[in-house]
Structure formats: structure tokens, C-alpha cells
T-cell receptor, first 114, second 115 residues
């Protein structure tokens, strides 16, 4: 299995809702990432997990809460989002922290906040 | 932090011609430079990458060159085909320092292959 999978593909939520995005990989990768991509813009790094521990938080608002329950799973919990948070949320993984390994992206979750 | 500049923002070439996309980076500690292709509505796909100990890498019609002194790297696509039409992103990161590092992306180049 050489894929990163993400669910759901699309999500529409109101500003008072709580929802979660899920990312899964079964390649044995020990580094996982969340990126946010607005339309016609490049992906922007949000969080990095290294051996299931949060190692980088790029000053992301607390309404985004990441979680890495095990080495194959990465969640992004969403609460009280704003319309400007509407974007494509991409998960990525790479083989091991501390080495130059390729990052592979999942298909993304397209989030719309109403 | 790292800053990556990418040019041009749009590139239109005739089918069969070559396309060149250029990027510069600011952090001299960066040592890994991947290129991603993103088609509309799809995920970014890694097409080629280069590490700082190498000056050039080629994979069929795609090549990447790196000039560490100038902090400059480029993507070259030869014999372009309609399926090469997409947005291309360059990226840079410092890796191998003991932790995982995220990628800093350029703003992207929309490559249009004219039939």
C-alpha cells in the first residue's frame, strides 16, 4: 500500500460545529503533516508529527487541534471555524524524521465553512 | 524561515517544445528540493526531487538543476505533451537534522501546453 488516504472528501460545516478530518497511511512512515491549501495558492504547512509527537505547529489558531493516535493515523479536530478557514486540507507522510525522505500527499478534504 | 520564489506564474508553450520553471530559496541550510505537479482538483504529486549534494538529476523528459551558490533550482520539461498541463510547485526544506521538517512551497506555475 503506497497511498495516503483522507476522509471525508468533502465537508460542509457551520461555524458552531465540531468535526474531524482523518488521514491514514500504511507505509510505515513515522512523520505526518497537515497542510492547508487555498484556491490558486500553494500548500501551507500547519503541523508536523514526528514519531507520533507534535514537533512543529506553525502558529495555527487553536480552533484547529491535531492528534496522532498511532503511527498510521492523523486527525485534525475542527471547532468554531471561520468562513476564511474554507480550503483544501492535505495530509502528507514521509518515511522517517531526520532524514531526507519524500513527502507523499493524500487527496485532501475540501472544507467549506458556512 | 525559508522563503521560496517561483517564476513564471503562468507559462504557455507549444506541444513538443521545452518548458523551464525557476525557483530561488533564501535559507542556505535547505538541502532538499522537490517538485510537485498538481492537476485541477487533485493532490500534489511528487515528480522529481534533488538533494543539495547533487547538481542535476534527470528522469526521462524531466530534469532538475540546482545551483547552491546562487540558491537557485530549475525544472526542465522537454518534448512537452498535453498531459503536462498542470500547476507545478517547487519546494524547499532543511532535512536530516533529527526531526521532520515541512516543505515551504513556491507560489506555483500554471503550465499550459498549446496543441
Amino acid at each position: 500500500d503506497t497511498e495516503v488516504t483522507q476522509t471525508p472528501k468533502h465537508l460542509v460545516m457551520g461555524m458552531t460545529n465540531k468535526k474531524s478530518l482523518k488521514c491514514e497511511q500504511h507505509m510505515g512512515h513515522r512523520a505526518m503533516y497537515w497542510y492547508k491549501q487555498k484556491a490558486k495558492k500553494p500548500p501551507e504547512l500547519m503541523f508536523v508529527y514526528s514519531y507520533e509527537k507534535l514537533s512543529i505547529n506553525e502558529s495555527v489558531p487553536s480552533r484547529f487541534s491535531p492528534e496522532c493516535p498511532n503511527s498510521s493515523l492523523l486527525n485534525l479536530h475542527l471547532h468554531a471555524l471561520q468562513p476564511e478557514d474554507s480550503a483544501l486540507y492535505l495530509c502528507a507522510s514521509s518515511q522517517a524524521p531526520g532524514w531526507i525522505y519524500e513527502q507523499y500527499f493524500g487527496p485532501g478534504t475540501r472544507l467549506t465553512v458556512t | 524561515g525559508e522563503n521560496v520564489e517561483q517564476h513564471p506564474s503562468t507559462l504557455s508553450v507549444q506541444e513538443g517544445d521545452s518548458a523551464v520553471i525557476k525557483c530561488t530559496y533564501s535559507d542556505s541550510a535547505s538541502n532538499y528540493f522537490p517538485w510537485y505537479k498538481q492537476e485541477l482538483g487533485k493532490r500534489p504529486q511528487l515528480i522529481i526531487d534533488i538533494r543539495s549534494n547533487v547538481g542535476e538529476k534527470k528522469d526521462q523528459r524531466i530534469a532538475v538543476t540546482l545551483n547552491k551558490t546562487a540558491k537557485h533550482f530549475s525544472l526542465h520539461i522537454t518534448e512537452t505533451q498535453p498531459e503536462d498541463s498542470a500547476v507545478y510547485f517547487c519546494a524547499a526544506t532543511e532535512s536530516g537534522g533529527g526531526g521532520a521538517d515541512g516543505l515551504t512551497f513556491g507560489k506555483g506555475t500554471h503550465l499550459i501546453i498549446q496543441p
